[in-house]
């Protein structure tokens, strides 16, 4: 799968590609990333790639011939490619999204900066608009960056080892359950004694157990939309019935 960056800081990109798991990725050859410089298709000696609004007003709009330019440099890898405009305006980027997109040969994102992007930018160039939260960045890069690691990390081969996102919180609708390693007693703190039995089948239930726990105390938006097993209804009321969780 091959990653393409359109972006006024090119240095911002790299540095997020340099290291981890998508660096790792990069190695293998499981994915491929182009980061191009929209400055460098400024047609201008000043290479400038943003003006005055039109109709007034403070700051300053990304000039659309650039970005056009930056796009058109870009190829295009046989099959399917999306070109994804970053924005806060977009649609809100999940779990579920990210398999989505981990579905096409090609992902172009365009970065925007300052307080926006020409409207015909937007309508000519982009396939879709996508948000990382209800917050407001400086730039598209770090969305980016945030939508390349959720994807990347879903391409067979990029986690290395045997360990399995389908047990990552949220893929199962569910928040994760708690993780121990050594060392059996940390600053008075014991290892739940459950996670030391050997009893597999005990270890799993503990475990399901938390998540709901959790999932219920900290998200119970998420349960509402989650795939409950007849044994998670059970966890849940017995949860409910200690007073733990409000019933709601
Ligand atoms: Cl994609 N861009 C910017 N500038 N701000 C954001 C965002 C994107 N997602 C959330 N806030």
């Given at each position: ?39 460098d ?19 300053m ?27 806060p305006?977009?649609e ?57 690691d ?33 060392p ?6 014991r ?58």
């Amino acid at each position: 799968m091959r990653f393409d960056f359109l972006t006024i800081f090119p240095g911002m990109v790299s540095a997020f590609l340099a290291e981890g798991v998508v660096a790792r990725a990069i190695e293998k050859g499981l994915i491929s990333v182009h980061v191009v410089n929209i400055r460098d298709f400024a047609g201008d000696p000043h290479r400038t790639t943003d003006d005055r609004p039109y109709g007034g007003g403070d700051g300053m709009v990304m000039k659309p011939e650039p970005i056009y330019g930056a796009l058109r440099s870009v190829g295009r890898e046989g099959g399917r490619s999306q070109v994804i405009l970053l924005s806060p305006q977009g649609e809100r980027f999940d779990q579920a999204m990210a398999w989505d997109l981990a579905r096409y040969d090609q992902l172009i994102f365009l970065c925007g900066r300052y307080e926006g992007i020409d409207e015909r930018v937007r309508l000519l160039c982009a396939d879709r608009e996508v948000s990382i939260g209800d917050y407001v960045l400086s730039g598209g890069e770090l969305a980016a960056a945030v939508v390349t690691d959720a994807v990347a990390r879903l391409i067979p081969g990029v986690l290395g080892g045997t360990r399995s996102n389908l047990e990552d919180t949220f893929e199962g609708g569910l928040l994760e359950y708690p993780h121990y390693t050594r060392p059996e007693v940390f600053m008075g703190h014991r290892v739940p004694a459950v996670l030391l039995s050997g009893n597999h089948e005990k270890i799993r239930r503990w475990r399901r157990t938390e998540s709901l726990r959790r999932t219920m105390k900290r998200r119970p938006d998420l349960l509402e939309r989650a795939h409950l097993t007849r044994e998670d209804e059970e966890i849940l009321a017995a949860l409910r019935g200690r007073g733990e969780v409000r019933a709601e």
